[in-house]
């Protein structure tokens, strides 16, 4: 079977339909990138160390003894295990560089190269693959030999400097934002070379950090910084230069309220009973709001406070002031929204058979997106793999897995 032919035979639906993806990423920031190729249709080959896995595998909780958080993170990858430390591991993954469109990874700079898989040797092997790195601060940073985790581009990034209640501490947000933000930013760089190998035939490098996503991300704090120099602050769940955008407490809740305009506000001042606030010097403009956000804010509090949360909810909106319920993510995930958009999906799993899962949200017109992922058990796809794109026979795989390298 030639390259050409061993290449086309890829499975699913989808915009990257046809499209083969190596992905030797681990964790998070790199498999959530191939996750969203993988749920736009893209075959995606995961690469894992024999036994051990992915150490996401390792992450609670678990059901049974697997990692639900491997699942999320995971869905419709085949799982290939493979001891890239070895030299013959190393040529297994070398053999499947000319089958495969995209190759992504995200150790520290240097460990590819280390591992015979760098750059040079890779284009050597297939010129017309994508290769995409992912790492902390980039390939060519002073800082690109520290290792990088999450809490640590957050704090790195200027993210948590803005975060939490005003005057306290520095706080991170409740999710693995940098992770995750930096493998969407990666994704589109991958589907964007795609788009130009498809145009001009040109295959080429993608370098992403995890501190430049998360500086990119930080529009409204970089439009103070870069063109006032006012360093902003933590301000809580305000905005930091429109009030009243903030959360209140209900009787049963919390919820958030956005008064945006003049005409929101006066409109906000009609439901509280007091019109003559909209004509207030001290609450007439956002400039005054803001000077006088604590006797504002115990106003709005005090009549918030004696309401039913989503009845306000509802009186809000249909003011034409935009608000909404702080929901738990019980919450959301079992709301009307998320049903009509099929937020949570079904996928298989071998040992469990139905699984929840979340893809990535873009909906594509005649495209189904409710349910048909799956989720990989460690090497679940090593022999397959191996002799469709390799064309090893059983003996050289049951070889191979005598030795240890799959």
Same mark, same amino acid.
């Given at each position: 079977?030639?390259?050409?032919e061993r290449r086309i ?22 498999? #959530? ?28 909780? #678990? ?5 639900? #958080?491997?699942?999320?993170?995971? /869905? ?11 030299? !013959? ?41 994508? #290769?995409?790195?992912?790492?902390? *601060? ?49 994704? *589109?760089g991958i589907v964007s070379?795609?788009?130009? /190998?498809?145009r001009s035939g040109k ?44 959360? *209140? ?32 010097? !001290? ?25 039913? !949360? ?37 996928? !298989? ?58």
């Open positions: 079977m030639s390259v050409d035979q890829v499975n699913g639906s989808g915009p990257l339909h046809g499209i083969r993806i190596l992905d030797l990423t681990r964790v998070m920031s790199g498999p #959530y990138c191939t996750s969203m190729l993988a749920d736009l249709g893209a075959e995606v080959i995961k690469i894992e160390m024999p036994r051990v896995g992915d150490e996401a595998r390792h992450f609670g909780p #678990y059901q049974e003894d697997e990692s639900t #958080y491997f699942m999320m993170l995971n /869905r419709s990858k085949k799982s290939v295990t493979v001891d890239m430390k070895d030299p !013959r591991g190393q040529d297994i993954v070398r053999g499947l560089v000319p089958v495969c469109d995209v190759i992504v990874e995200n150790f520290r700079p240097g460990v590819m190269d280390r591992l015979g898989l760098g750059v040079e040797v890779v284009r050597a092997l297939n010129p017309n693959i994508i #290769y995409a790195s992912i790492s902390g *601060f980039g390939q060519d940073s002073p800082l690109k030999n520290w290792p990088a985790f999450d809490l640590v581009i957050q704090a790195m990034s200027g993210l948590m400097s803005l975060t939490g209640p005003k005057g306290g501490p520095a706080t991170a947000v409740g999710e693995s934002i940098a992770d995750v933000c930096t493998g969407m930013f990666a994704a *589109f070379a795609l788009f130009e /190998r498809e295959a080429g490098s993608i370098d992403v950090a995890m501190l430049d996503s998360m500086l990119a991300m930080q529009l409204t704090g970089l439009s103070r910084q870069l063109y006032s120099g006012d360093t902003p602050k933590p301000v809580g769940n305000r905005h930091p230069v429109t009030y009243p955008v903030d959360s *209140f407490s209900t009787r049963d809740g919390d919820i958030v309220m956005v008064c945006f305009s003049q005409a929101a506000f006066a409109a906000l001042a009609e439901l509280m009973e007091q019109p003559e606030l909209a004509d207030d010097p !001290r609450f007439k403009t956002n400039d005054a709001r803001n000077q006088n956000e604590d006797e504002l804010r115990n106003l709005i509090a005090n009549w918030v406070a004696s309401q039913e !949360r989503d009845r306000l909810v509802e009186t809000l909106q249909s003011a034409g002031i935009p608000a909404g319920p702080v929901w738990s993510l019980e919450d959301v995930t079992h709301s009307d929204h998320a049903a009509s958009r099929a937020l949570v999906t079904s996928g !298989r799993h071998t040992k469990f058979g139905d699984v929840p899962l979340v893809p990535q949200p873009v909906k594509f017109d005649g495209i189904s997106h409710d349910g048909g992922g799956f989720v990989p058990t460690l090497g679940e796809h090593t022999e397959e793999v191996l002799h469709s794109l390799l064309a090893l026979d059983e003996a050289e795989t049951e070889e191979l897995k005598e030795a240890g390298i799959i």
